[in-house]
Every structure is written in structure tokens, then in C-alpha cells.
């Protein structure tokens, strides 16, 4: 387990969670946000991104009250995502996070703000994270709102940064900084 405080747990994905990532990754409601719709995934493409996995990713499934319902993962950034992001004259320790629900029926409740705050917490204060960053797409304002309602800031735009569904689309880099 990586953390639970009160109905929220992420613990290290395994193999009993490929059924629930072929389910929210082939839901054209998930897949709009997350991987495209144009990308479903199957048991073999979820075996092949998520459990024969980059050891540099920790991978991570999300529960609420016991539940599963989404995905989060992080990692510490390289010097080749330093200078995708702009960070590349820093010795801070930056870390890198990616998450969706994927349960529909638990959207809009304010359980990514949950989720997102309390991975911002155990980066800050365990994996000693000075900052955080992410990439959403400029047109998620959703997932835009939710993160700056959690302390991160848009810090710039990645032009064409993300193919999703055809075609090149904007990215923000947002961040979160420890020392406020």
C-alpha cells in the first residue's frame, strides 16, 4: 500500500487489477480524457502498459470505501523530462504525476481533489517532492479546475504536446510547489 487516509487508498497495481483497467479503458466517457477514444485497451495492451511495466513509474490503483475506481501514477522526473517541462537548470526533485477515475458514477464528487491532494501530500512530505508537475490538455477544464483547486498553477503551454484522438493537441504544464 502507498497510502489510505479515511475511504481513499492507492495501493501498487497487480495482476487481479487488468479486469478494471480494460473496463475504464475502453469507456468512451474515460477515453475521452484519458488515452483518446479512438484507443481502447484490452486485456493484452492493458498487460503490455501497465503490468510489464518502466521500473521508474510507480503504478497505482486508486480505492474509494473499498472500491475500485481509478488509477494513478508517478514518477520522479529525468533530465529528459526536466527539459520537456522547462525545468532543465534545477536541482529541485521533481516528480510527475498522471490520474483518472474510472468509475463514471464517481465523478463529480470531489474524489479526484481527494485523490489529488493526498498524492500531493505523500510526495511532499515522504518522497521529499519539491515540486509536482502535470500535462493536461488546455480543453480539460474539468481536471484543469480540480488541480488548481488543490494548489497547482498553470506555468505555461507545451504546443502540440499530446496526440489524443487524430491529432496534436495543447498541453499546460501545471505545478505544484512545496515551499509556497
Request: glycine fraction near 6%; hydrophobic fraction near 30%; aromatic fraction near 14%.
Amino acid at each position: 500500500m502507498i497510502f489510505q487516509n479515511s475511504q481513499l487508498k492507492v495501493r501498487l497495481i497487480n495482476e487481479n487489477d487488468i479486469p478494471y483497467l480494460v473496463k475504464w479503458l475502453s469507456d468512451q466517457n474515460v477515453l475521452q480524457y484519458y488515452e483518446g477514444r479512438d484507443n481502447p485497451f484490452d486485456e493484452e495492451k492493458v498487460r503490455s502498459v501497465f503490468i510489464n511495466k518502466e521500473e521508474s513509474v510507480t503504478m497505482c490503483i486508486v480505492e474509494y470505501e473499498k472500491k475500485e475506481i481509478g488509477y494513478i501514477q508517478y514518477y520522479e522526473l529525468d533530465d529528459e523530462g526536466k527539459v520537456e517541462y522547462g525545468y532543465e537548470n534545477t536541482s529541485e526533485k521533481l516528480y510527475g504525476m498522471d490520474q483518472f477515475i474510472g468509475e463514471v458514477d464517481y465523478w463529480n464528487k470531489g474524489i479526484g481533489s481527494q485523490l489529488v491532494t493526498a498524492m500531493i501530500d505523500y510526495l511532499t512530505k515522504k518522497l521529499n517532492a519539491d515540486k509536482i508537475v502535470m500535462d493536461p490538455q488546455t480543453w480539460n477544464e474539468r481536471a484543469i479546475a480540480c488541480y488548481m483547486k488543490c494548489g497547482f498553477k498553470k506555468v505555461k503551454i507545451l504546443p502540440k504536446h499530446e496526440f489524443h484522438e487524430g491529432e496534436f493537441k495543447d498541453c499546460y504544464v501545471m505545478e505544484y510547489c512545496r515551499n509556497k
